[in-house]
Every structure is written in C-alpha cells, then in structure tokens.
C-alpha cells in the first residue's frame, strides 16, 4: 500500500513539473525511460509504470478540467510514457539477469 501511494504522489509531482515549458520535453520524452532503468533494480514494474500513468493522469485532468483543452494528446501522453517506462525497465531487467546469471556460472 505504500509504495502504491508513493507511486501516486510521485506521479502527481511530476505532472506539476510538466507544466513547465522548460521541463515538458524532456520530462515526458526520456524521463521516464531512464526512470524505468533506474527503478529495475528496486521496484516491480508496475510501481514506475503507475508514478507515469498518475503523472499523465494530472496532466489530463489540467488540460480537461482548467485549460478547456481535448484531453486525447494528454492521454495518449500518458500511454506513450508509460511504455517508454515498461522498455526501460525490461532492458535493465534484461542486463541485470544476465549479469546475475554469468555471475552464477
């Protein structure tokens, strides 16, 4: 339960984040798969999976409930980047079984 209302949080913080112009980019783009990478080896995959989805989430709800905007490219924001989480989670996943399994040999 913890880590799902972590996750949460997280995702919420993000999506506050993204409203920087600066930060949009990059932050929707390759944050989450270097998130994925670094979340590999500590947590299961839904867990970086749900802080995006959360985050894309907010992103929605702004665009829909206070921006007046279509909210279809802040939900399918919200599907590319968790995607972009889930690859990058499976390929650090992928290196760090073979690491463990030709340390085992």
Known sequence: MQRLVGAVI????????????????????????VSGVLAAGWFPLWVPCLTW?????????????VVREDP????????????LTAVGWWLARLVLDQRSASGAA
């Open 10 to 33: 997280a995702g919420q913080l993000v999506g506050l984040l993204a409203q920087v112009d600066l930060l949009f980019i990059p932050l929707v783009l390759v944050v989450p798969a």
């Open 53 to 65: 989805a959360s985050a894309g989430l907010h992103l929605t709800a702004l665009d829909w409930l």
């Open 72 to 83: 279809a490219f802040p939900l399918a924001l919200t599907v590319v980047m968790t995607a």
